[in-house]
Each structure stands twice: as structure tokens, then as C-alpha cells.
């Protein structure tokens, strides 16, 4: 399912790029770029905020219709739900660039871990890590799942009046923010992980280049993050951490509590 999923986004994606740029589909206007890039943002938001610092690590807690609200986001993005997603990450963490990590360059290329070990890796023991999620309101994102997506594939056709304008819309707005979703999360695994086996806490690397290929959110800053794995924060001075401020500006209106800076007194070098 996951590589059926993965190539069909593609080849709609490639089908409308040569449609568009063959004249047969028109390039809408910005209301439509405006409402792809949101959803990229709050989807990202999902990922970074919701399923990694707060379900994943614990670093923050969030108000309960907060959270589920950034789930959705994450799931519409194309993130999985939220069990399968925190079950990955951790066995991530606790194998990392180790022969059992499922998605480490280290282990079996750029290419398995960019994407091939979305489909291919056996993830079955992971399961048990995510014990402390089986509750009702994290399991029912599993068969909500479907639904979501194609939501969030063919929504789009509702951003637009009718006829080729609205298939124009469902493209960006559907495939096409979905594939960038998709690399962009994707980069964390294999760009993040190029290179040296750092210490022991793996190959993880800040690469400042990918800050605006996930929007500023922080997942870029990924060798402070394997060194710090339960701070709250993931980009520390300048490296700008827009899932950071998101956190701080939930906490001041009473919508997150708990956030975790553990021995903060001064950055990690990157
Ligand atoms: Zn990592
Ligand atoms: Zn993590």
C-alpha cells in the first residue's frame, strides 16, 4: 500500500507537470499556492510538534484537542498515524546507524534510507514500543487514515470554480504538496544521516540548506536533536525553529505545559 501510495502521488504529479507545462492545464493563481503552502506548513507542524516532541520524545505536553487537531494536520500531510510514526522514530533513536536501524544510509544506502525502507523494512518489533499510545484516541487515526488522504489528494478540487481550474487546484494542492511533504520528511533520514558516524549518538547532522525545505520548522537541526533528544527545542541561536516558537505561543495562551529543556545552559556544537 505504502509503494502504491508513493507511486501514484508521482505519477499524478508527472502526469499534471506535463499537462501544465504542455498548456493543457492552467497555472493557478496564488489563492491556490497560498492554501498548498498552509496545509504544508500545518502538516509539518503535525510531524514536528505533535508526533515527534510530544508523542515521540514527551518533551512537551499538549492541550488534548490541540493534539488531535496537529494530527489530522500530520495525517492529511501524508505522515502515517500517529502509532506508526512514533513507533519508527523510536526504534530510530534507540538503534541509530546500528545494523537493526531500519533507516540508516549507513545500512543500506542513500536510496533505502530516502525511501525504500518505507515499504521494504520490517518494522513488526517496533510495535512494542509504542505501548504507552495504545489508547483510543491514537488508534482510531489508523483506519481514519484512508479517508484523510484521499481528503487531502482530491480536496482540492474544491478550491477552484469547476472544470480544468479545479483539476489545476487539485494538483498543487493534492500530489504535488504531498511529494514535497513527503522528500522533505524524507531528507531527515537520508541527508541528515550522510556522512561520519559522529559518537554514539549516530550520524545525525544539522544541515542548514533543508531549513526551508521543511519551513523553517527545526527537523533540519538534526544532529542537535540526536544529542538532545528529549529538549523541546531542535535549533538553538540562529537556526531558526518555527516548531519551537509554535510551542511557545501555545504555551502562552494555555494550549502546552510540560516543555522539556534538559541541561539547556548552553547549545550543543552542531
Ligand atoms: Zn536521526
Ligand atoms: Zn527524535
Redesign the pocket.
Known amino acids: 500500500m505504502t509503494l502504491g501510495w508513493i507511486l501514484g502521488l508521482h505519477l499524478a504529479a508527472a502526469a499534471g507537470i506535463i499537462a501544465t507545462a504542455a498548456g493543457l492545464l492552467p497555472l493557478p493563481g496564488w489563492p491556490v499556492f497560498a492554501i498548498a503552502g498552509a496545509l504544508l506548513f500545518l502538516g509539518g507542524l503535525g510531524t514536528t510538534v505533535a508526533y ?2 510530544a508523542l ?2 514527551r518533551a512537551v505536553r499538549l492541550n488534548p484537542l490541540v493534539e488531535q487537531v496537529l494530527i489530522a494536520c500530520a495525517v492529511a500531510n501524508g505522515s502515517g498515524n500517529p502509532r506508526n510514526w512514533v513507533a519508527m ?2 526504534l ?2 534507540a538503534t541509530s546507524d546500528r545494523a537493526d536501524d531500519i533507516s540508516s544510509p549507513h545500512q543500506g544506502g542513500f536510496w533505502w534510507a530516502h525511501l525504500r525502507w518505507l515499504w521494504q523494512a520490517d518494522t513488526r518489533r517496533a510495535q512494542d514500543l509504542v505501548r504507552d499510545l495504545d489508547r483510543r484516541r491514537y488508534r482510531w487515526w489508523g483506519p481514519l487514515q484512508v479517508p484523510a488522504l484521499a481528503l487531502s489528494v482530491a480536496g482540492g478540487l474544491l478550491a477552484a470554480p469547476w472544470g480544468l481550474e479545479a483539476v489545476a487546484a487539485a494538483l498543487w494542492i493534492g500530489p504535488l504538496r504531498l511529494i514535497w511533504a513527503l522528500h522533505a520528511q524524507c531528507t531527515v533520514n537520508s541527508i541528515c544521516h550522510l556522512g561520519a558516524v559522529e559518537d554514539a549518538h549516530g550520524s545525525g547532522k544539522n544541515v542548514g540548506w533543508l531549513a526551508p525545505v521543511h519551513m523553517f520548522q527545526g527537523e533540519n537541526w538534526h544532529a542537535n ?2 544529542r538532545r ?1 528529549t529538549d523541546v527545542r531542535l535549533g538553538y541561536g540562529p537556526q531558526l525553529d518555527l516548531g519551537w516558537w509554535t510551542i511557545l505561543g501555545l504555551r502562552a495562551v494555555g494550549l502546552a505545559g510540560k516543555l522539556r529543556r534538559p541541561g539547556a545552559t548552553s547549545a550543543p556544537s552542531p
Open positions: 515527534h516532541r515521540t520524545h522514530h523510536r530510530h533513536h536533536h540526536h533528544q
